[in-house]
């Protein structure tokens, strides 16, 4: 009995399986899936590592024009890797209803939009998120037990000058918002607002959100215990890891330049 209830399993899922790859890969158009009219946008999350980006993934793809789960771990060397996205998140999502306006993916390292050209389509909207460099600092070496802290601040300050490059790249303000970390938690409702707007989606945003099966999942987003409790938890923990100030120094200075260039090339939140 077992071996037939796996049988039937198996079949189930090849069914699936051949569905979506029916639907994904038969057009060329990376935007395009078959059966359906619209194309899809596609939703950068353009940030780096313990910046908040798994809780801002959460509140996003909760929405039901949004759908994806966090890093794909995709390297995108033309716009025709769009269609291994859009693959892996609805096989691992398991939604049968393809309806999503977008499809979501975050990409917290340099190696990844190979071809930076893509910034350039329409179809693709992107969302900067950086977190300032005491607290980003301390909790990437805590991440990376195995970083000195020029290791860290290497990693950190190369980053967010590479977000500066893509922010520069896209150069409209449509296609581009621009969040910080401290937003999210202590200015959330403008945040969601501006999000709302920026996207274009009916339904609002809220600061509970689903825990997915893949919610905590190393390599994927953020494996804390904070992260699963479906809503945004403002915890302004200290820092028990010490850091030197030449090492601050670098990285305020670093977030600064960031920030200003950001700020300049993106849609950013009004907090008044």
Known sequence: MKQIIQSLRDYKNQLVNDYYDFRISTPENPYTIALRGNRYKILFILSHMRSGSSLL???LTTNPEIIGFGEAHIEYQSQQELKKLILKVYRDTRQLRMNHKYVLD???H???????TMLFS???RAIFLIREQKKALASILKLKPHWN???AIEYYSTRLATLEKYAKLINNK???LFITHEQILDNT???FQTMQDFLEVKQPFSEEYQVLSMTGTRGIGDSSENIKAGRIVRQHK????????ELIEQGLQSFTQCYTTLSKYCQTVDCL
């Open 57 to 59: 993934t959460h509140l």
């Open 106 to 108: 975050k990409l917290l």
């Open 110 to 116: 340099d190696k990844k939009l190979i071809d930076e």
């Open 122 to 124: 329409e179809q693709i």
């Open 149 to 151: 802290e020029n290791q």
């Open 174 to 176: 449509k296609r581009s």
């Open 189 to 191: 409702q403008s945040v």
């Open 238 to 245: 200290t820092s028990e890891t010490s850091i030197s100030s």
